[in-house]
Nanobody, 115 residues
Framework: QVQLVESGGGLVQPGGSLRLSCAASGSIFSINVMGWYRQAPGKQRELVAGITSSGSTNYADSVKGRFTISRDNAKNTVYLQMNSLKPEDTAVYYC?????????WGQGTQVTVSS
């Protein structure tokens, strides 16, 4: 059974920074893709950033230049460094892992950007 546990959300003022972490545990294939998605109230869940086990990354246009995704394969952990946060970044952020046998989500962590 694979579990994904997110941490690092919270309340931050516009222009501030937060760092999200997602630790995966259980039986995980070494070749996989991890990513961050977000869902704002009344909106569909959308991809924020993804990273393969070899380090290739992709980002939503809305976060390019502000967010950075990274991972520590030894710890099965993915990070999302979020800088220059805007009110429109407010959402529940979900971690996702896809490998040969598992496709699932973490429980989500709330990020609120407000003055």
């Amino acid at each position: 059974q694979v579990q994904l546990v997110e941490s690092g959300g919270g309340l931050v003022q516009p222009g501030g920074s937060l760092r999200l972490s997602c630790a995966a545990s259980g039986s995980i294939f070494s070749i996989n893709v991890m990513g961050w998605y977000r869902q704002a109230p009344g909106k569909q869940r959308e991809l924020v950033a993804g990273i393969t086990s070899s380090g290739s990354t992709n980002y939503a246009d809305s976060v390019k230049g502000r967010f950075t995704i990274s991972r520590d394969n030894a710890k099965n952990t993915v990070y999302l460094q979020m800088n220059s946060l805007k009110p429109e970044d407010t959402a529940v952020y979900y971690c996702r892992l896809d490998d040969n046998s598992f496709h699932g989500w973490g429980q989500g962590t709330q990020v609120t950007v407000s003055s």
